[in-house]
């Protein structure tokens, strides 16, 4: 090919280039716009709830948020995948509550762990979160009002239920406003300079190091692992060296700016954890959700036969039954059970009132969308 015509088709693919990036600043200006659009449209939604000085006005109605996602993901043609245009949708309904009312959010510590993962899945990056030391600590910040909401692991995969949060429940008057569900993978950090065949520590706290240990042992057995109290503190030595490397999760990379040298280098790449949003409001309806509660029972032969026989006959499915000794109560067995479906219809209320007039104790934890995202 001659070099007048090559350059001949380079000028044409850079005038058709040309054209495309028009195109796109084009529909860039006009998400720009539709975007303060959106967000005038969030301020008025403020004035509206807070005229005349109410200050019950509920700011996140967990229900709403739900039904947009889901619309979100049921009319998407593509090619963008439905879950990542509904993170997209996720992260603009953030921003545009936080005009509303920025939202205070406490969750089970330390710092860059996967139930801040899961919070800022939930909620968006634009809410405020904080770690505390301990679940108690989380209920009692939820239940005293110092925050609007309150993110809890409840169940792994691997483990189980997180009974110490069931016990909490039964101590706490707070119900349960929404759940996230998270893969948890792990990866392994370094510094944008840093190169692996010069890697010499790895920092990660001993959880991480149990879940990666095959990996570990196979790719990086002669190089020193060093223990760390945190996923936070693994990624901070991790960013403070060229030679370091840490092992976490998404969100440990985020706050630290590290990158992923080598992802997801868990042991069992299915592990997924459950968590609970807690909260002090009622949550409405969305069309798909669940119910939880908590039940308090005499250990007596037939016990759960009677407690499950008031579902069998409403055909209502159980997604969770859980069951352990009643802590410091003059029950013995605590039953905890999620079920489709919402209180304020009619079939699951009259299960809740056939439960609450037979031989238990139950305490409502709340009807809350199902995890969306």
């Known amino acids: 090919m001659s070099d007048s015509k090559l350059q001949q088709e380079q000028r044409e ?22 975007l303060n659009e959106r967000a005038r449209c969030a301020q008025t ?6 005229k005349g000085g109410t200050e019950a006005a509920v700011f996140y109605r967990p229900e709403r948020e739900a039904q947009v996602l889901r619309k979100v993901m049921s009319r998407n043609e593509g090619p963008l995948p439905d879950q990542e245009v509904a993170r997209l949708f996720r992260e603009v309904m953030s921003v545009c509550l936080a005009l509303e009312q920025p939202l205070n959010v406490v969750f089970l510590g330390p710092e860059a762990n996967f139930t801040q993962q899961a919070a800022l899945k939930h909620f968006g990056h634009s809410v405020r979160c904080s770690a505390l030391d301990n679940l108690e600590a989380v209920f009692r910040d939820v239940e005293a009002g110092h925050a609007n909401y309150g993110v809890v692991p409840i169940e792994n995969a691997e483990d189980g239920v997180v009974n110490h949060a069931l016990d909490l429940f039964s101590r ?30 790895i920092y990660a706290h ?10 570990i042992d196979a790719r990086c057995g002669n190089l020193k692992c060093v223990e760390v109290e945190s996923n936070a503190e693994a990624a901070r030595r991790a960013a403070e060296s060229s030679t370091a490397a840490a092992i976490g999760g998404d969100i440990a990379a985020d706050l630290f700016n590290l ?29 798909q959700d669940k119910t939880s509660i908590l039940l308090m029972a005499h250990d007596r032969p037939g016990a759960l036969y009677e407690l499950l026989e008031p579902f069998r006959k409403r055909n ?11 802590p ?4 013995d067995m605590l039953f905890y059970v999620d079920f489709e479906g919402h209180e304020d219809s009619a079939e699951v209320a009259e299960l ?16 809350y969308p199902k995890a969306v995202l």
Not at 328 to 331: A, D, F, P, R, V
């Open 13 to 34: 693919q850079e005038q058709a280039l040309g054209k495309v990036r028009d195109r796109i600043d084009e529909i860039d200006r006009e998400i720009h716009r539709l």
């Open 328 to 331: 410091q109560s003059t029950w």
């Open 206 to 215: 001993p959880f991480a190091i149990n879940q990666c240990r095959h990996w």
């Open 352 to 367: 809740l009132q056939e439960l609450e007039s037979g031989s238990v104790e139950l305490k409502r934890l709340g009807s």
């Open 45 to 50: 939604v403020a004035e509206i709830k807070t």
């Open 316 to 326: 209502i499915s159980l997604t969770r039954v859980e069951s352990r000794a009643a």
């Open 172 to 201: 706490f008057n707070l119900g349960i406003c929404g759940e996230v569900e998270l893969s948890t993978h792990q990866h392994l950090l370094m510094v944008d300079s840093a190169e692996l065949d010069k890697l010499e520590v």
């Open 259 to 287: 990158k992923v040298v080598q992802s997801n280098i868990e042991d069992q790449p299915d592990n997924r954890t459950r968590y609970l949003v807690v909260g002090r409001q009622a949550v409405g309806a969305s069309g």
